[in-house]
């Protein structure tokens, strides 16, 4: 079965400070996309994938393609991306082209995947579920909080979800074509990952375990985590 991965990385990363678009930032002299490219690529899988660049950076992305050691056997196709990672995801699967009977969506925030965490998404999906996400854990209670009555005030509790019930979702995110096409083709909602357009069909999606170090880079803290994690990868 073949399998393409969208690797949307149109983001600015406002959350990581000002600098370069978020997916252009180095780890270890590499651009964080490259880092995120490579990790799915490293999978006999995936024969495609489809980079969502920043709407301004398309032959900035192309060019890094270009200048950075990839297999051989994998095609790899440059989009701009949209307005939100919605739309972004959108236009990478509009760019796909037929034949391939499983997509994978993956963050290039998550540079770090190992390549047997994108293995085991594409494993689920070929035993038939329909939409599979790797997903870890919490280490940390979870609350669900009301609004606070004034901006940066005491927020009132409203409930405290069972936490070994939860998981905290990564990507990337595996799925069969079809169900994500008509997923992103009849959700109109805002949903933050790619599984929730799929649980709004009324499909059961499953999660497989996911991996530590295909945590997101978010904030600067990530970024010290991700050098570190690669230093000792080099080790
Ligand atoms: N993304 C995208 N298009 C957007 C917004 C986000 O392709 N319009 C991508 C990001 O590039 C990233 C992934 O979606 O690889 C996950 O999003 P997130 O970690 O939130 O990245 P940013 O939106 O760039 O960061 P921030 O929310 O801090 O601005
Ligand atoms: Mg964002």
């Known amino acids: 079965v073949r399998t393409a991965a969208v690797i949307p990385a149109a983001g600015r990363g406002v959350r990581l400070g000002p600098g370069a678009p978020k997916a252009l930032r180095t780890l270890g002299g590499t651009p964080m996309l490259i880092h995120a490219v490579r990790a799915l690529a490293a999978s006999r ?4 994938v489809v980079v969502v660049a920043p709407p301004d950076g398309a ?17 790899f196709v440059v989009v701009p991306g949209g307005e939100t990672r919605q739309e972004s995801v959108k236009l990478g699967l509009d760019a796909l082209p037929p034949g391939h ?3 994978l969506v993956h963050d290039a925030a998550r540079p770090l995947v190992p390549v047997d965490t994108v293995d085991a998404v594409i494993e689920a999906v070929r035993e038939g579920a329909p ?11 979870v609350k669900e909080v009301e609004p ?3 901006p940066g005030g005491p927020e009132p509790v409203v409930a405290t979800p069972e936490r070994a019930r939860l998981r905290a979702v990564q990507t990337p995110q595996g799925f069969d074509r079809a169900t994500l096409l008509r997923a992103h083709e009849t959700v109109t909602d805002e949903v933050t990952d790619d599984a929730g357009m799929v649980e709004r069909l009324g499909l059961t999606v499953v999660v497989v375990p996911g991996h530590e170090e295909a945590f997101k880079v978010t ?15 080099r080790l």
């Open 45 to 48: 899988s995936v024969s495609l």
């Open 59 to 75: 032959a900035e992305v192309k060019s890094l393609l270009d200048a950075h050691a990839l297999p051989d056997r994998t095609d």
């Open 101 to 103: 009977d499983i997509v």
């Open 131 to 141: 939409a599979v996400v790797p997903g870890l854990p919490l280490a940390d209670t």
């Open 148 to 150: 606070a009555a004034v």
């Open 219 to 233: 904030r600067p803290l990530d970024l010290v985590l991700a050098e570190a994690v690669l230093a000792r990868r």
